[in-house]
């Protein structure tokens, strides 16, 4: 049986089967002059913004002015209408976070340090009250430094002692305290704060000493539970 021949084609036909000419192809509007390539503008389409987008931007930086001026809380209000009012604007948001803190760092009220011989003792009962007897002990320190002789700070100073386990530096502030004011032997008798130091024996032999003369006619504030 005879092979059968694919036909051929003709060298007209041939080349209008291969790719066309650069001529024949229509270029994109915006194309280069030389070249059917599209821009990169063009291959990369530019995201579209949302109109909120543009509101949000303007209140977060009126919030920025504002906290430029130290006003702290109303530029805290305006950053935080941006998370409320625009919560799809989630680019925006760690930026407002970040001086939503600094805004709140700021207006948060500050407690004033304790300047007098009277303040101290009084931060230091709220210290003892709260169980917060390093705080204490470094507020009596103070007073201690100012005036030797104070004896409800020397007293103070040994709840906190004792509160703390530290039953030798207790003892010999409880001593002191009662040496400048008796009246400090019957608190100490009935003080819950000074149960650590009850099977002491320097302990027992403080509150069974003699009274002796007050060096100190002050009254003493009273601790926590011996109010």
């Given at each position: 049986m005879a092979?059968?021949?694919r036909?051929?084609?003709k060298p007209a036909l041939k080349a209008q089967a291969t790719t066309p000419s650069v001529s024949s192809v229509k270029r994109p509007a915006g194309d280069g002059p030389r070249t059917g390539r599209p821009t990169p503008a063009q291959t990369?389409?530019?995201?579209q913004r949302r109109s909120t987008y543009f509101e949000a931007v303007a209140l977060y930086e009126r919030g920025l002015e504002t906290l430029q001026r130290h006003d702290y809380r109303a530029a805290a209000e305006m950053f935080e209408s941006v998370l409320r009012q625009y919560p799809e604007e989630k680019e925006l948001h760690e930026r407002v976070r970040l001086y939503?803190?600094?805004?709140q760092r700021q207006a948060a009220p500050r407690e004033a340090t304790p300047q007098t011989v009277d303040e101290r003792l009084y931060a230091a009962t709220l210290s003892i009250n709260g169980g917060r007897y390093d705080e204490a002990i470094t507020h009596l320190r103070l007073v201690r430094d100012e005036d030797p002789d104070n004896d409800h700070a020397l007293y103070m100073l040994?709840?906190?002692h004792a509160q703390r386990g530290e039953v030798a530096e207790a003892i010999a502030h409880l001593?002191?305290?009662?040496a400048l004011n008796p009246e400090n032997r019957g608190l100490a008798r009935s003080d819950p704060d000074l149960e650590p130091l009850r099977e002491d024996d320097a302990f027992r032999?403080?509150?069974e000493a003699p009274n002796s003369s007050r060096l100190d006619r002050r009254r003493p504030f009273k601790s926590r539970t011996a109010r």
């Amino acid at each position: 049986m005879a092979k059968q021949r694919r036909p051929q084609l003709k060298p007209a036909l041939k080349a209008q089967a291969t790719t066309p000419s650069v001529s024949s192809v229509k270029r994109p509007a915006g194309d280069g002059p030389r070249t059917g390539r599209p821009t990169p503008a063009q291959t990369t389409a530019s995201p579209q913004r949302r109109s909120t987008y543009f509101e949000a931007v303007a209140l977060y930086e009126r919030g920025l002015e504002t906290l430029q001026r130290h006003d702290y809380r109303a530029a805290a209000e305006m950053f935080e209408s941006v998370l409320r009012q625009y919560p799809e604007e989630k680019e925006l948001h760690e930026r407002v976070r970040l001086y939503l803190n600094i805004c709140q760092r700021q207006a948060a009220p500050r407690e004033a340090t304790p300047q007098t011989v009277d303040e101290r003792l009084y931060a230091a009962t709220l210290s003892i009250n709260g169980g917060r007897y390093d705080e204490a002990i470094t507020h009596l320190r103070l007073v201690r430094d100012e005036d030797p002789d104070n004896d409800h700070a020397l007293y103070m100073l040994a709840v906190a002692h004792a509160q703390r386990g530290e039953v030798a530096e207790a003892i010999a502030h409880l001593e002191r305290a009662i040496a400048l004011n008796p009246e400090n032997r019957g608190l100490a008798r009935s003080d819950p704060d000074l149960e650590p130091l009850r099977e002491d024996d320097a302990f027992r032999a403080a509150l069974e000493a003699p009274n002796s003369s007050r060096l100190d006619r002050r009254r003493p504030f009273k601790s926590r539970t011996a109010r």
